[in-house]
């Protein structure tokens, strides 16, 4: 059983923009639904969690916000949590993306420019197209698989994305340890020279400047003589 009310408002202040409802022949929407539906809508404030799900009788609505508007939907209770959301989120792409189609960069001032009740109700077709397809819940099952397993694709290719990019972090940082080893080792090699003078003159020292004072001595001895 597909989803037999949907709602879009402007989330602000409860404006209702677009609904469509498709009753079958032994389930309909009561008065006090439509009633709970308004009053959900009203109450989609910004302290509000941005997806919900609440029974009313046989029946469980679900809602959520995206942009400033509100989504809403009601559906059997026996229908499944996940594709309920998943609807709603199709919905919500599909009108974003009529939106923008109509209005281009400027849609959301004509959102909060709405004046009247039900001013976007020419995108009904739309929502009715999305109902249609989630009317067989097996297939929608198979394409909520399919969802699902292309979302856990692009979390794997994020989280290599990640690794690559905290890599190339790593490798930045070897390469400024790199960097500032090789300027070390230059201080290194110039304190390993000054070292190995010091050391020679220390050896050889005494020993240059003991043979330095005999030499001057001799010379002088001999500069004497032949004076």
Known sequence: MPPILTQVARSSDALPLIATSTPTHNLSVSQKQQQD?????????????????????RMVFYYMQRDNLCFLTLTEDSYPKRLAFLYLEEVADAVLQELVREFGTDWRANVDQAARPFQFIHYDPIIQRKQREFRDQRDVKNKSKLQEDLGEIQSIMKKNIDEILNRGEKLDNVSNISNELRSKSKDFKWGTKKLTWQARMQQYGPMVVGASIICIVLYVKIFHIGF
């Open 37 to 57: 539906a308004k009053q959900l809508m009203r109450s989609m404030t910004a302290g509000n969690p941005n997806k919900m799900s609440i029974q009313s009788e």
